[in-house]
């Protein structure tokens, strides 16, 4: 391939990479992109060709898309664009329209720099829409291409500065050059380097950006925001949420988010917590007037306290990758006691519930801390304190409640023969998951579905359990609420983290005991309804481990901030730390060896070494003979000193053959006049070391020596 063509093919994979770029970010629409890359299929068509758009013309369209591109961003205005996208998809018009204009119109070196520009524009474009990691595979082929093309640029463009006649040489006919001509003609390697040189730098790039990337100071921010893609229909984590929402996000497989813990303790019932309402009016759970009150937490140096825990030990640390979702709900581990983040601050309701300001969709990371620890079962069997006068509002009950669901509470309670509210709460739970079937359709209805759900259809979905756990409480006198949350999701292990899905939504209830202060967990819907599904097979791995480096991408390059350097910064000083005493230990046990060992080790060392010295000089000696093998010195440096006295003893063995050399003839004239094929070859080999500046290899040296001492054979015979 020719410099000339391989710089074109180059300029064009520059130019296309960037738009493939652009639209894997979501900034250009698929036929836009295809109707693209066939307008560069034909501007590689006409090249060269009297087809192609003058200068002037080309000038000309270029001023037009000025007064296109504000009639497009009215009109994407006009469509309804969202105002996070206002004028994007008006830019991304613009510059394709643009790379076309160039594209197809007769290039000079300015053309090409224009072109290489909006292939710049289109990346940086792109960077500002996706948070993806396959931006990353779009950025480093566009950075391969377009180093590739700025080498092969430079040097058109020195060589178009260049006459032809100033890169001619003069090479003696006799040279290397002409000798190897015959093989390099079969193929033209005037650029087969510099794809090499451009991979080579590419790395070196990117080896000394990683550096600066991780210690470069950082504002940090936990939101992440790009417009689009966001979920829109999270529904069930709002102030009021009617039966049978949940049941309709459990539908829905897509991801809300990603949860890392720090570290598992055994028994602990993973659920992530959401919203918790107190206020049911028949057919729809609500927040009362007095948990929408909500406190303000400030932050302070990075963590939000939102609660209090007796110990530290206790917690049980998250991260959190939330996707971008329509809901401004903190999800964590049962009782948040803080949230680490660059949040300015977060608000807490009544219920212990954690919320940020409603804010546009974006994707947040951040750590919640957790008192996951619960009460002993016999303390809570135990308890038999009074509730607050603040709490009778969980106890509050529908104005037209079926009174058979009061004697259905009562009922199971007799026949378990509880006698304590931890009891009764196990009794209830028991009984649910035990009577009713588990389903996704929303089968009970009419103006009381409570009822028709526990004396009709018996079977729903997690809502319907909840809700009847809850009010079969409060008929009891017990404080009860229904929280919405998400079940633990599928555990990635390539991850190590767990991958939460809309259909992993769940609603429990929490019931109070005065005496510990704490709000349980009690699950009343079968197992059934609280099973996760398992992915399996080779696409399921092979997206376990996409989803693993997505997650990585997101915490280690998008989000990373100030706290993610100081959490690295930790790691490696740890790591730093047990390399350091790991190679105490191992230099100290190697001494204590040495000194308990020496003579043994001295001798061994000794006895080594001495058998790879005659290894070393038997090789010597094979491949050079006695003479040279035993002389110190490499073979390359004695080159010119042996063809000389290779020559010399030539001449002498000549002699007694009566083979006198004229002092009219040079030493090849004299070799090419005798009929022997050895001299000559001798001779020239001679002439190369001496007049040409060159080196014998090892090979040709033995070959010499070998052929002088058969002389020397015939001769004394």
């Given at each position: 391939m020719s410099l000339e063509t391989y710089f074109r093919s180059l300029s064009y994979a520059m130019i296309a990479a960037a738009t493939l770029a652009l639209l894997l970010a979501g900034g250009l629409h698929v036929v836009l992109a295809i109707l693209f890359y066939a307008a560069m299929v034909v501007a590689w068509k006409l090249e060269g060709t009297r087809w192609q758009l003058s200068e002037r013309t080309g000038l000309v369209i270029v001023l037009l898309s000025i007064p296109l591109f504000i009639l497009d961003w009215y009109y994407q205005k006009s469509t309804g664009e969202p105002e996070g996208r206002l004028g994007v998809n008006a830019l991304a018009h613009l510059i394709i329209f643009l790379a076309v204009v160039k594209l197809l119109q007769v290039k000079k070196n300015r053309d090409w720099v224009f072109l290489y520009l909006i292939s710049f524009f289109s990346i940086l474009l792109a960077a500002g829409l996706s948070l993806s990691p396959v931006f990353l595979a779009s950025l480093t082929l566009y950075l391969l291409f377009g180093l590739s093309t700025i080498i092969a640029f430079e040097i058109q463009k020195s060589k178009q500065s260049v006459a032809p006649s100033e890169t001619r040489l003069l090479v003696a006919p006799d040279s290397r050059i002409f000798k190897n001509s015959s093989r390099r003609s079969k193929r033209n390697v005037e650029a087969s380097r510099l794809p090499w040189v451009a991979v080579v730098l590419l790395v070196l790039i990117f080896v000394l950006a990683l550096p600066l990337f991780l210690i470069a100071p950082r504002t940090g921010a936990s939101m992440l925001s790009r417009s689009g893609g966001g979920l829109t229909n999270l529904i069930g984590f709002s102030e009021t949420v009617s039966l049978g929402e949940i049941g309709s996000l459990k539908k829905d497989n897509a991801v809300v988010m990603h949860i890392r813990l720090d570290e598992q303790r055994l028994g602990q019932d993973l659920r992530w917590r959401g919203v918790a309402l107190d206020e049911f009016n028949g057919r729809a759970w609500k927040k009362s007037s007095v948990a929408r009150g909500a406190a303000e937490k400030k932050n302070d140096k990075g963590l939000i306290p939102v609660s209090t825990t007796e110990a530290l030990d206790r917690l049980t640390t998250q991260t959190v990758f939330l996707e971008a979702i329509?809901?401004?709900?903190?999800?964590?581990?049962?009782?948040?006691?803080?949230?680490?983040?660059?949040?300015?601050?977060?608000?807490?309701?009544?219920?212990?519930?954690?919320?940020?300001?409603?804010?546009?969709?974006?994707?947040?990371?951040?750590?919640?801390?957790?008192?996951?620890?619960?009460?002993?079962?016999?303390?809570?069997?135990?308890?038999?304190?009074?509730?607050?006068?603040?709490?009778?509002?969980?106890?509050?009950?529908?104005?037209?409640?079926?009174?058979?669901?009061?004697?259905?509470?009562?009922?199971?309670?007799?026949?378990?023969?509880?006698?304590?509210?931890?009891?009764i709460a196990k009794a209830i739970e028991s009984q649910l998951q035990i009577d009713y079937g588990y389903s996704l359709e929303m089968k009970a209805t009419g103006s009381d579905p409570l009822a028709d759900f526990l004396f009709n259809v018996k079977a729903g979905h997690c809502e319907y359990f909840s809700t009847a756990m809850a009010v079969m409480l409060r008929t009891r006198g017990i404080p009860a609420r229904v929280v919405n949350g998400f079940l633990p999701g599928e555990y990635n292990d390539a991850a190590g983290a767990y991958t939460v899905r809309q259909s992993d939504a769940h609603s429990w209830v929490e019931v109070y005991f005065p005496e510990s202060r704490a709000w349980v967990t009690f699950d009343p819907t079968p197992l059934a309804g609280r099973t996760e599904p398992v992915s399996q097979g080779l696409t399921a791995q092979l997206g376990k481990y996409a989803e693993a480096f997505e997650l990585f991408w997101f915490q280690y390059?998008?989000?990373?901030?100030?706290?993610?350097?100081?959490?690295?910064?930790?790691?490696?000083?740890?790591?730093?730390?047990?390399?350091?005493?790991?190679?105490?230990?191992?230099?100290?046990?190697?001494?204590?060896?040495?000194?308990?060992?020496?003579?043994?080790?001295?001798?061994?060392?000794?006895?080594?070494?001495?058998?790879?010295?005659?290894?070393?000089?038997?090789?010597?000696?094979?491949?050079?003979?006695?003479?040279?093998?035993?002389?110190?010195?490499?073979?390359?440096?004695?080159?010119?000193?042996?063809?000389?006295?290779?020559?010399?003893?030539?001449?002498?063995?000549?002699?007694?053959?009566?083979?006198?050399?004229?002092?009219?003839?040079?030493?090849?004239?004299?070799?090419?006049?005798?009929?022997?094929?050895?001299?000559?070859?001798?001779?020239?080999?001679?002439?190369?070391?001496?007049?040409?500046?060159?080196?014998?290899?090892?090979?040709?040296?033995?070959?010499?020596?070998?052929?002088?001492?058969?002389?020397e054979g015939a001769t004394q015979q």
């Open positions: 329509e809901t401004p709900v903190i999800f964590a581990a049962s009782r948040p006691v803080a949230i680490r983040s660059d949040f300015p601050s977060l608000w807490v309701d009544g219920e212990g519930s954690v919320q940020r300001r409603r804010v546009g969709l974006g994707r947040v990371m951040y750590n919640a801390l957790s008192d996951m620890t619960r009460p002993d079962m016999s303390v809570l069997r135990s308890d038999d304190q009074l509730d607050p006068a603040a709490f009778e509002r969980y106890k509050q009950l529908p104005a037209r409640l079926d009174p058979r669901i009061e004697a259905r509470t009562n009922a199971i309670v007799v026949n378990a023969q509880a006698r304590n509210r931890y009891d390059v998008v989000g990373y901030d100030q706290q993610e350097q100081r959490s690295l910064a930790a790691s490696l000083n740890s790591q730093l730390f047990s390399f350091r005493h790991s190679l105490t230990r191992t230099v100290s046990g190697i001494s204590n060896s040495v000194a308990a060992n020496g003579r043994v080790l001295i001798l061994a060392g000794a006895t080594v070494v001495g058998v790879f010295l005659l290894f070393f000089i038997g090789d010597r000696v094979r491949r050079f003979g006695w003479r040279r093998g035993l002389t110190i010195g490499s073979a390359a440096a004695s080159a010119e000193q042996s063809s000389v006295v290779f020559f010399e003893k030539l001449m002498v063995l000549l002699a007694r053959r009566g083979m006198q050399r004229d002092s009219h003839l040079t030493p090849l004239e004299f070799a090419g006049s005798l009929d022997f094929h050895a001299a000559l070859k001798i001779t020239r080999a001679y002439n190369r070391v001496r007049f040409g500046g060159q080196k014998l290899s090892p090979a040709e040296l033995r070959e010499i020596e070998q052929t002088l001492n058969e002389l």
